[in-house]
């Protein structure tokens, strides 16, 4: 299993990225997939999940209607596009699973929001 996201970078208050996070290594369409972010300092947290069957989405609070995920099975990608980024959303983000009991994550990319 493999997991690379990218797509990070510098931002300003009020801007947005789109995140991406290429798997292989097992049937992506079968797993649900899910971003965390983790801030300085900070333990990392949960903040969005596409979820099978049915592609359901899933935010935390802190960027419901703000982020949107969203998969494409034909590319084994799910994306994370963030938008109306504030300082407190600097962190690392990295993509997840749990594949055949067993949870893996992406080695993360780095979203710094800063004027």
């Known amino acids: 299993v493999q997991l690379v996201t990218s797509g990070g970078g510098l931002v300003q208050p009020g801007g947005s990225l789109i995140l991406s996070c290429e798997a292989s290594g097992f049937t992506f369409s079968d797993y649900s997939m899910r971003w965390y972010r983790q801030a300085p300092g900070k333990e990392r947290e949960l903040i969005a999940a596409?979820?099978?069957?049915?592609?359901?989405?899933n935010y935390a609070a802190s960027v419901q209607g703000r982020f949107s995920i969203s998969r494409d099975n034909a590319k084994n990608a799910v994306n994370l596009q963030i938008g109306n980024l504030t300082p407190e959303d600097t962190g690392v983000y990295s993509c997840?699973?749990?594949?055949?009991?067993?949870?893996?994550w992406g080695q993360g990319t780095l979203v710094t929001v800063s004027s």
């Open positions: 596409i979820l099978v069957p049915g592609d359901n989405t």
């Open positions: 997840g699973s749990t594949i055949r009991g067993r949870q893996y």
